[in-house]
Each structure stands twice: as structure tokens, then as C-alpha cells.
């Protein structure tokens, strides 16, 4: 079943930008080995936001980042990321606290789901909330990892 990838109806970026850490993650080959993930957005001069997504590779124990850009598109709720050249990929939010305290960010397809947080742990309410949200929309968050525990 393909899960439903409908953005949120309303984004406000200026309360979206800053620092989020990340809960949970179906595993994916760019993250692989990365725990205590965390992702910082902030406005560049030229519109563009600013992506910059660190984490502790677990063999060595030394931070990794990398560095990429994402620009705002026509639909609410949906950015294109690019880490690499030109490739550009869907970072789409489907959910959001009222307070922007978490959030359910996907791709185009099940391969990608993050729960974020402001905060390196949610209450364990707030995680069944959005655990909820992402199995209603048709995601398996059997297959979710939990890089910060």
C-alpha cells in the first residue's frame, strides 16, 4: 500500500526553521551508522534554506555533516532538498505540532520517514501520537529505528 504523502495545509517557516533532533527514522543508506542525528534549518540571504544534518557515526564516534540547501515550493508543507549538484529530493512535512514542538517529515515514498523533535526526547504520549498519524497514513513504524536511545 502507498502511504499517503499529503502535506501539511500550512507551514510557517519562520517557526519551522532552527534546530530539530531526530526521534526516529526508517533506516535509509545516507544515515546508515549515524545515531544523535540532528537537523538545523536557517534562512539564506537568496531564500533558499540552509540544511545542515549532523550525527555521530557509531564506528567512530566522530561527528559527520553534511551540508545542502532546500527551497520552498507552490504546495504548502512541501520543500525540495538537495545535498548533491542539482538532485533535488521531496522533504515533505505531513505533521506538525501546533507549538512546532515535533514533527512527521517524509519523502516521496515509504523508503522515508523522520519523527522530529525540538528536543532530544518526546514524552512517550507525544511519540504514540505521532507513531499514530504515521500508521493511519499507511507508513510501518515497525520499521522506525531509535538512533538516540
Known sequence: MKPDITTVPNLALDKYLGRWYEIARIDN???????NAIAEYSLNPNGTIKVVNSGVDIKTGKVKSAVGKAKMTSVPGLLRVS???I???D??????????????VGGSSS????????????????????LSE????????????????
Open 29 to 35: 543508506r545516507f544515515e546508515r551508522g549515524i545515531s
Open 83 to 85: 545535498f548533491f549538484w
Open 87 to 89: 538532485f533535488y529530493s
Open 91 to 104: 522533504y515533505r512535512v505531513l505533521a506538525v505540532d501546533e507549538n512546532y514542538k515535533w514533527a512527521l
Open 111 to 130: 523508503k522515508y520517514l523522520w519523527i522530529l523533535s525540538r528536543t532530544p526526547k518526546l514524552l512517550e504520549k507525544e511519540v504514540a501520537l505521532v
Open 134 to 149: 504515521a500508521s493511519r497514513r499507511g507508513y510501518d513504524t515497525g520499521r522506525l529505528i531509535y538512533p538516540w536511545k
